[in-house]
Structure formats: structure tokens, C-alpha cells
């Protein structure tokens, strides 16, 4: 038998233990740090944009709500998925979901691409009471939020430290975050409004509001994307 060379090091548990704990962080030191050195190794979709500001409170209330342990974002790419939710989902269309929201839980459906399904007021109604709905879903009622009143008191600053990390908005943007957002608000209200749905002033302007523009946003590069592609045609 050949000599075996590693016999003796085998033999000493504790300088063993020491050098397989030395190899395990280089190798992991060097699949770890080259990404933060790779910028850009992901282009976003040329039709991808930022999220409003409206959006990015929706954002905020629908992981404060925690609607992401019910609802996953993420199509993968099987028939099954993308006859039922649309196209499968791309890492181009997620660079400004910060943090990511694709999730694997789906006790409700994926929702990457639930923007546009449905007319403002049907989200209003669901939100109210998704039993009315769908008799038999399990999702909670979010009554609560059309009647709490949206705080966009931090909105800039939200946006302020996203462009910090990358996500391009302009000044005038970030300055304008709250008229923007108001006057965001005060169009889906309308859209409610205009389907027969009465509602109060504190209605117009709340939670509700903002979570359904984000829902309303979701998808909306790869609808884009796909709208290009056929008039390109
Ligand atoms: C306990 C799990 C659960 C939670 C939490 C939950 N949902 Fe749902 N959701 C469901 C189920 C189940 C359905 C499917 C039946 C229905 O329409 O209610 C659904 C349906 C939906 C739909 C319609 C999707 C479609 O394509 O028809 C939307 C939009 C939605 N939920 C948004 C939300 C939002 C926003 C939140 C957080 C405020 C949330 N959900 C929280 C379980 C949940």
C-alpha cells in the first residue's frame, strides 16, 4: 500500500478540524467577494423603471402586512405556471425590488403578475373582504387598511436612500414625492369612484390606496417588454 500521506495530519483531530475550517472560509471567501465587485452583471429590461412613489409605499405596507408569506413573485418557467400567471419571471425585472419579494409560499396565488388584472375597485372590494369574493379563500380581511390613513411623511426619504444605492431618481423626483404621490392617490380614488364605489375622503387617501397602485405595478416591465416586441414586429 502506498504511503498515505494524510494518515498523520487524520490522526490529530484538533489541527485537522483547524485546517478544515481554513479551507471552508477561503473557498467560501472566493465565491463571496468577487460579486460585490461585479457591477452590473444583471442589465435591468429596457422598459424596467423605479417605483413611483406611491408604489413604494404600497411596497412598504404590503411587507409590513406581511402579504409576501402568502404570495409568492416569482413565475417559473413551467407551462403550467406561465399558462396560468403569464411569462415566466426575469432577474432583469427585479433590480429595484429592494429587498426581493419572490418568495416559494403560495397559500394564495403568485402575484408578479397581478398588475392590471383587475380594475382598482375589484383590489378595493377584495381588501374589504375577499370572502365576498372568493368564498372559500383563507385570505384575511384587510378592511383596516381603507380606512388607515396613508403617511407619505417619509416617502422622499425612502427615496432618497434607495438613489443611494443605485435606483435612478431624479431630484425633482425625490423633492416631488409627496404631490406626486397625492396626486397618484387621488387618480386610482377616481377610478374607484367611476365604478359606482363611494368614498370617504379619509377612504381616498388611504392604505388601501398605495397597496393597490404597488399590486397594479407589479408585472408591468414585462408588459411593457412584451408590447415593444410586438410592435416591433
Ligand atoms: C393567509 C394567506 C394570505 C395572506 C396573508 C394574504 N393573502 Fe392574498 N390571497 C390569498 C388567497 C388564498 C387568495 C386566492 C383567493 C382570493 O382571491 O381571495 C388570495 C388572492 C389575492 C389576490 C388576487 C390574486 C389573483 O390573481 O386573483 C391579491 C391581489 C391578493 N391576494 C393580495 C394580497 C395582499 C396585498 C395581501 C396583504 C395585504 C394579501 N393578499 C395577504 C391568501 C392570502
Same mark, same amino acid.
Given at each position: 500500500?502506498?504511503?498515505?500521506?494524510?494518515?498523520p495530519?487524520?490522526?490529530?483531530?484538533?489541527?485537522?478540524?483547524?485546517?478544515?475550517?481554513?479551507?471552508?472560509?477561503?473557498?467560501?471567501?472566493?465565491?463571496?467577494?468577487?460579486p460585490?465587485?461585479?457591477?452590473?452583471?444583471?442589465?435591468?429590461?429596457?422598459?424596467?423603471?423605479p417605483?413611483?412613489?406611491?408604489?413604494?409605499e404600497? *411596497?412598504?405596507?404590503?411587507?409590513?402586512?406581511?402579504?409576501?408569506?402568502?404570495?409568492?413573485?416569482?413565475?417559473?418557467?413551467?407551462?403550467?405556471?406561465?399558462?396560468?400567471?403569464?411569462?415566466?419571471?426575469?432577474?432583469?425585472?427585479?433590480?429595484?425590488? *429592494?429587498?426581493?419579494?419572490w418568495?416559494?409560499?403560495r397559500?394564495?396565488?403568485?402575484?408578479? *403578475?397581478?398588475g392590471?388584472?383587475?380594475?382598482?375597485?375589484?383590489?378595493?372590494?377584495?381588501?374589504?373582504?375577499?370572502?365576498?369574493?372568493?368564498?372559500?379563500?383563507?385570505?384575511?380581511?384587510?378592511?383596516?387598511?381603507?380606512?388607515?390613513?396613508?403617511?407619505?411623511?417619509?416617502?422622499?426619504?425612502?427615496?432618497?436612500?434607495?438613489?443611494?444605492l443605485?435606483?435612478?431618481?431624479?431630484?425633482?423626483?425625490?423633492?416631488?414625492?409627496?404631490?406626486?404621490?397625492?396626486?397618484?392617490? =387621488?387618480?386610482? =380614488?377616481?377610478?374607484?369612484?367611476a365604478d359606482?364605489?363611494?368614498?370617504?375622503?379619509?377612504?381616498? *387617501?388611504?392604505?388601501a390606496? =398605495?397597496?393597490i397602485?404597488?399590486?397594479?405595478?407589479?408585472?408591468?416591465?414585462?408588459?411593457?417588454?412584451?408590447?415593444?416586441?410586438?410592435?416591433?414586429?
Open positions: 500500500m502506498a504511503y498515505e500521506w494524510h494518515l495530519l487524520e490522526s490529530r483531530w484538533i489541527r485537522l478540524s483547524t485546517l478544515t475550517f481554513l479551507a471552508v472560509v477561503v473557498g467560501g471567501l472566493c465565491l463571496l467577494i468577487p460585490f465587485f461585479l457591477q452590473g452583471t444583471i442589465e435591468p429590461l429596457a422598459s424596467l423603471r417605483y413611483t412613489a406611491l408604489e413604494l404600497g *411596497r412598504d405596507l404590503y411587507i409590513r402586512e406581511g402579504c409576501n408569506t402568502c404570495h409568492s413573485q416569482q413565475v417559473r418557467p413551467f407551462k403550467t405556471e406561465t399558462d396560468r400567471y403569464g411569462p415566466f419571471s426575469l432577474a432583469g425585472e427585479g433590480i429595484y425590488d *429592494r429587498p426581493f419579494l418568495g416559494s409560499r397559500t394564495g396565488p403568485d402575484l408578479a *403578475r397581478v392590471g388584472k383587475y380594475p382598482d375597485s375589484w383590489h378595493w372590494l377584495h381588501f374589504k373582504s375577499p370572502r365576498d369574493i372568493e368564498p372559500r379563500t383563507n385570505m384575511p380581511d384587510f378592511l383596516f387598511l381603507t380606512e388607515a390613513p396613508l403617511d407619505l411623511s417619509l416617502t422622499s426619504t425612502r427615496m432618497e436612500v434607495l438613489r443611494r443605485g435606483h435612478p431618481y431624479s431630484d425633482a423626483e425625490i423633492e416631488g414625492a409627496r404631490a406626486d404621490a397625492e396626486e397618484a392617490a =387621488a387618480e386610482i =380614488a377616481r377610478s374607484i369612484r359606482g364605489i363611494a368614498l370617504s375622503e379619509l377612504e381616498a *387617501r388611504s392604505e390606496i =398605495a397597496m397602485a404597488y399590486l397594479q405595478s407589479l408585472g408591468h416591465a414585462v408588459r411593457q417588454n412584451a408590447v415593444a416586441a410586438a410592435g416591433a414586429r
